[in-house]
C-alpha cells in the first residue's frame, strides 16, 4: 500500500489486515481460499470495485478460484464488475529482467513454494530462466515478533540465504516473495553476496497497477478520489496498528472488523 500510494494517491483506500487468523503461509488451500474469499465479500459490502491481494498466498492459494468461481457471483450481487487482483503477476512479468544469469531464487512462505505459481509464471514469460526456491517459516514470525532487526534474526536469514544459493552458484537475484520480508532486506543483503541483487515486490505491484488502471477505465472510473485511508484488522487494533505503522512509515489508527463466516 505504500509503494501504490506513492503513484496513486488520489484515490481514496481500505486496508484490512487478516490478523486474527495470519500468518496464512503454513495453511491448507482449502483455508486459505475461504479466508481469503471473506476478506474480498467484504470489501465489495464496503463498495471497493477493485481488491489487490497483497499476500503472496492468498495470491497462490485463492486469487485463480475466486476470480473463474466466485468473481462472477458476487459481482453481480454487489451490482457492478468488481475485480481482484494479486501480487504474483505483476512480479513475474518482468522479474527475468534483472537477472544476468537467469538464474533467479524465490524466497517464499511454505505455502507459496508448495503452490510453484511463481515457478508457472516466470515460465510463461521467461522460459530461459531457471527458478529456486526457499521457503522461510521462521521468517513471518520474526518480523511479527518485532525481531526483524535483533541479532536473533541473524541465524534464520543467514540459514535460508546459504540455502537457496547453495542450489545454485549462478543465482544472481533473489525475490522477496512475502510482504514481510522486506523488513529483513538489510540481513538479507548482509548474507548474501554483494553481485545478489534483492528485490521487493511494492514497486513492481504499484507500476502494474497504474498500467491496469489505464488499461480499465471502467474500473478506473468507479474508484473514488477523497484520498481517505482506512485501516482495519480483525484482531487487536492496538496491535495491528504498531505492527502496521513500521511497515507503512507513518502511523496506524485501526478499527476492529468481524468478517462473515462460509
Known sequence: MKE?????????????????????????????YRYTLQCVDWFFRQGCPLVILACNTASAKALRSIQQNDLPVMSSSHHGTNRVLGVIRPTTEIIGNFSKTRKIGILATSGTVASESYLIEIQKFFPDVTVYQEACPMW???????EYDKPGADY???????????????IDTL??????YPLLKPKIAQAAPPNVTIISQGEMVADSLVSYLSRHPEIEQRLTRKQARLFYTTDSPEDFDNHASVFFGNTVRSQRVALLEY
Open 140 to 146: 513471518v514470525p520474526i518480523v511479527e515478533n518485532n
Open 4 to 32: 501504490i500510494l506513492k503513484k496513486l494517491p488520489q484515490y481514496d483506500y481500505l486496508y484490512l489486515g487478516d490478523n486474527a487468523r495470519a500468518p496464512y503461509g503454513n495453511r491448507s488451500f482449502e483455508t486459505v
Open 175 to 180: 525475490l522477496l516473495a512475502c510482504t514481510h
Open 156 to 170: 534464520f536469514v543467514k540459514k535460508h540465504i546459504d540455502n537457496i544459493l547453495s542450489k545454485d552458484k549462478d
